[in-house]
């Protein structure tokens, strides 16, 4: 089998009779391998990928570039954070790739995705209340069907829900866009604990 050529190979190949300079080089060799994060994303999001393929992948990535492509991945993955039947795929690959500065976004979230099951539990509990109401009055049978979408206050809680979600996106999108820290200021709400179990490229 013919030996697969990276882009950079193949542009210096086409280029050799110019003189590229090391950071020419350099640039060069970080972009392909920064352009190869949002495929890695997608094929995790779309199941193509096992998060640990995904993680394998990134480990592949020369360590120069490492710290970026990490950034880069956790900005990708957080772009399809939009509802709250993600945050079940989505927190475990956050707490595979959050450093230090990022534990305050990740421990919100996994808040709320603990929440999240929390609701689901108590949905199945409400609509019981419900129907027994219903019954109370003589409502009953195969054809009574209580459903989410007509529960007002059910669907309230999932506004909030959403909403909160929405919040920490932005939040930890600004401070990965920034390479800056969580400060204690921010309307985060959670407050950092221990990093056992997460890893931490911080040097």
């Known amino acids: 089998m013919a030996e697969i050529k990276s882009t950079l190979d193949i542009v210096l190949e086409k280029t050799k009779h110019l003189v590229l300079t090391p950071q020419e080089r350099q640039a060069m060799e970080r972009k392909e391998h920064l352009d190869r994060v949002p495929g890695m994303v997608q094929r995790f999001v779309d199941g193509a990928w096992t998060l640990d393929q995904m993680l394998e992948a990134w480990k592949n990535i020369p360590e120069a570039y490492q710290e970026e492509a990490r950034r880069s991945l956790l900005q990708k993955l957080l772009a399809f954070l939009s509802e709250k039947k993600s945050l079940d795929l989505l927190v475990p690959a956050f707490q595979a790739l959050a450093s230090t500065t990022d534990l305050p976004y990740l421990d919100r979230l996994t808040q709320l995705a603990r929440q999240n099951k929390e609701s689901d539990d108590s949905w199945e509990a409400r609509q019981n209340r419900l129907l027994a109401r219903l019954a109370a009055k003589g409502v009953r049978g195969d054809a009574v069907h209580v459903t ?5 206050q059910w669907n309230k809680s999932l506004d909030t829900m959403a909403h909160q979600i929405e919040t920490v996106k932005i939040q930890w999108l600004a401070a990965l866009a920034e390479n800056v820290s969580f400060s204690p200021s921010e309307p985060i ?15």
């Open 148 to 152: 989410p979408a007509l529960d007002p």
């Open 189 to 203: 709400g959670a407050r950092p604990v221990g990093s056992e179990g997460r890893k931490s490229t911080d040097e």
